[in-house]
């Protein structure tokens, strides 16, 4: 298991705080010899706060031109100023990010516990509040059942007292998700990010490349999603900010860039790769089908790679997520999930429904859209972000 998942999972909410300059990952790429395509790869620059500054005040989304084509349209990349960069600790960040989500399960809850007896008219309104917030029925049945037996055994009357009996009840349904990453055998370890459009597949790989930085690792990043405009750019600003290499190709072909990007990563000793992918909606068979033939061509290299293939979901999703989880598992076996954008949102009971109806392991949550922003999942963090 990767140490800083241990680390974090004892409380060490202290690392958290520490801005730690990244690790120098990466070396400019040398040759690459196959697949055919001209191969780019961009050396990292050296932060410096300056430059960094006005290159992500350059692209931010109040000075960039708009794309003439809004379904492609060049996305926010968020600037950084000292104040954003000031870091909550771990669960401080997770609750913060839950803030919407909390506010309008507990104002309903509230009302619930103090005007009302614990009685079926009270455990109604319950599942109602937690169907608005995406628990979804099947969960909030099943979070219902438990509560309503356990109150009875343990002659729960107290309002603060059931509060957190539903808090452990929600705990134990949201352990189901809680799995950290596996312990890295072979490198470069693959992790293939895939999901819908705008889902946050490139902004949570410029997080996840912070995270994994930061735990000692080396990374490279490979930009197959060749489709969208500015897919590149976008991806290369969060390679500056981290200061790894980003290899990109000027051939539309994203098997062939991750393929070069596996081969340089083996070439210079990196450990892990992370691929990002071009955006795709479940019903769009032809493309779902090329995620297939990317994995195809990722074997072909190591047949045990992709050795994470993760789904990026955004919460505002809602209760899609479920269908986007299905669709995209059958086609490229997913190993893990990333929920994006819970700071956004009052759904965030859509984790509750996974878990339920679809457990596949939550491996972060995106609590923002800064660098720092994406948190290793804990369910109970979560249930108490959730309820408060
Ligand atoms: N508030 C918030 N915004 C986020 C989060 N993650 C991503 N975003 C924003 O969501 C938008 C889309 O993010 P991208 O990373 O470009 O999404 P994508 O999935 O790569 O999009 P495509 O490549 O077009 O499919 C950007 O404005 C991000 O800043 C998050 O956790 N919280
Ligand atoms: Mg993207």
Known sequence: ?????????????????????PKQSSVPSNKSSKPA???KTKTPI?????SQKNKSKLISSKTKPKSKNNEINTKDIAAETPEQQKTLSF?????????????????????????????????????????????G??????????????????????????????????????????????????????????????????????KLTKLLLDEGKTVLIAAGDTFRAAAKEQLQVWGDRNNV????????????????????????????????????LPTQKHLIDELTKIKKVIKKFDESAPHE???VLDANTGQNAINQIKTFNEAVTLTGLIMTKLD???????????????PIPLRFIGVGEKIDDLKIFSAEDYAEGMLG
Do not use: C, H, W
Not at 46 to 50: A, D, G, P, V
Not at 103 to 108: E, M, Q
Not at 147 to 155: A, F, M, T
């Open 1 to 21: 298991m990767f140490d800083f998942l241990k680390k974090i999972f004892k409380g060490d909410d202290s690392k958290k705080s520490e801005s730690k300059s």
């Open 37 to 39: 395509g001209k191969l």
């Open 46 to 50: 050296k932060k410096t706060s300056s």
């Open 91 to 135: 669960s401080e960040k997770i609750k913060a990010g839950l803030k919407k989500t909390r506010d309008a399960i507990s104002v309903n809850l509230l009302s619930l516990i103090s005007i009302k007896k614990i009685d079926q008219n009270f455990y109604d309104d319950l599942e109602m509040t937690l169907i608005a917030a995406d628990v």
């Open 137 to 206: 029925y099947a969960a909030s049945q099943q979070i219902i059942e438990e509560l309503k037996k356990r109150v009875k055994q343990e002659g729960v009357e107290d309002s603060s007292e059931l509060k957190q009996l539903l808090k452990i009840i929600l705990t134990e349904l949201l352990k189901e998700l809680e799995k950290p990453l596996i312990q890295i055998k072979q490198t470069p370890f693959v992790i293939l990010i895939v999901g819908v459009n705008g889902a946050g597949k490139t902004t949570t790989i410029g």
């Open 245 to 280: 290499t980003v290899i990109s190709q000027e051939t539309g072909d994203p098997s062939a860039v991750i393929y070069d990007s596996m081969q340089s990563a083996k070439a210079k000793g990196i450990d892990i790769v992370i691929a990002d992918t071009a955006g795709r």
């Open 309 to 311: 293939t993760i789904l």
């Open 344 to 358: 956004g949102t009052a759904k965030g009971g859509i984790v509750a429904a996974i878990a339920k109806e679809n």
